[in-house]
């Protein structure tokens, strides 16, 4: 395998996810241009294999060269979720200048959508604010309007956090200003304004369940529509904060099965303003506590058993 090219990862699909022997969904990337340990977001030994070169068919369904100058005539299509390396992309000469420090280890490509994926692990990570900017920018050029427009033409590039376990989003949600001209924390700042959306997710079983919805959202969007039909009604258009489904009472919900942080913060903004307004949540069991120290007693915490998400049908489909 050629590790100056990018590799393609099946990712989330029955009986061929990518993690490793201890559970783990992502590690720190080791020293190679390419991850070579199963447990990492870009290595999975079940289906493994490059994109190919112009005028070839790979794994992803389609020809092209991802990797050239200009786009081919035959671009790749990506079919099934795979993992762009941002060792890979560091390589692409002058073109990658802006981007050498970001803290990002690359981008998930999946049918519908591109995210840009970030390790934390236990620790909170100093942010270079403007190279995140142009991280994104960099992914949204090469990769949506360069390589891939027939596929990514909204040019819409999302983010995904993974932490070691929800303490660690505790701690970054909790973090304050260090200046008093300062309104927010720079790396909240960075995690609110960047990307949107920015999602939330953990370095374990439950995070590889996640993953699975995100890189396939039509799964996400069942497990909701489920949720919604059971206890709650349709979302308002006429209210002014973030939710996605109304009470009986005509209360605001929000979702946090995937922990959206510029909606979550948002969403607790639009209670704490909102002149004693009240409103739910529904998550996991194990967000439950971080999230209902975040959110204060003027919201209510609704919980799905995490080991029955993990038994969810769709998540098999």
């Known amino acids: 395998m050629n590790p100056y090219r990018p590799s393609q990862t099946d990712i989330g699909n029955s009986g061929n996810s990518a993690t490793h022997s201890d559970g783990n969904l992502l590690i720190n990337p080791p020293p190679a241009p390419i991850p070579s340990n199963p447990a990492s977001l870009g290595a999975n030994t079940g289906n493994r294999g490059a994109i190919p070169k112009q005028g070839t068919q790979g794994q992803h369904g389609g020809t092209g060269n991802i990797v050239g100058n200009l786009p081919s005539e035959n671009p790749v299509t990506i079919t099934t ?78 983010g995904i956090l993974v932490g070691s376990g929800m303490e660690i989003l505790r701690r970054h949600l909790e973090l304050k200003p260090p200046r008093e001209s300062e309104l927010t924390h720079p790396v909240l700042r960075i995690l609110k304004e960047v990307y949107q959306p920015m999602y939330f997710i953990t370095n374990d079983k439950y995070g590889e369940a996640q993953l699975k919805l995100l890189s396939h959202p039509h799964r996400l969007e069942a497990l909701h529509s489920g949720i919604r039909g059971k206890k709650f009604h349709q979302p308002n258009s006429r209210m002014d904060i973030e939710h996605d489904a109304v009470t009986e009472d005509g209360l605001p919900v929000l979702f946090c099965c995937i922990i959206d942080i510029p909606r979550l913060v948002r969403f607790r903004t639009g209670i704490s303003q909102g002149g004693g307004k009240r409103g739910q949540v529904v998550c996991f069991a194990h967000q439950e506590e971080v999230l209902r120290g975040y959110l204060g007693e003027r919201v209510e915490v609704s919980t799905i058993p995490s080991d029955k998400f993990l038994n969810l049908p769709l998540l098999n489909l």
């Open 81 to 158: 979720p795979c993992f762009y390396s941002s060792r890979e992309q560091k390589l692409m000469g002058i073109r990658a200048n802006s981007i050498r420090r970001s803290i990002s280890i690359g981008v998930l490509l999946t049918p519908s959508h591109v995210y840009s994926i970030y390790n934390t692990g236990d620790s909170i990570k100093l942010w270079p604010e403007e190279a995140e900017y142009r991280y994104k920018a960099f992914a949204q050029q090469e990769i949506c309007r360069t390589l891939l427009p027939h596929q990514y033409s909204k040019g819409e590039v999302g």
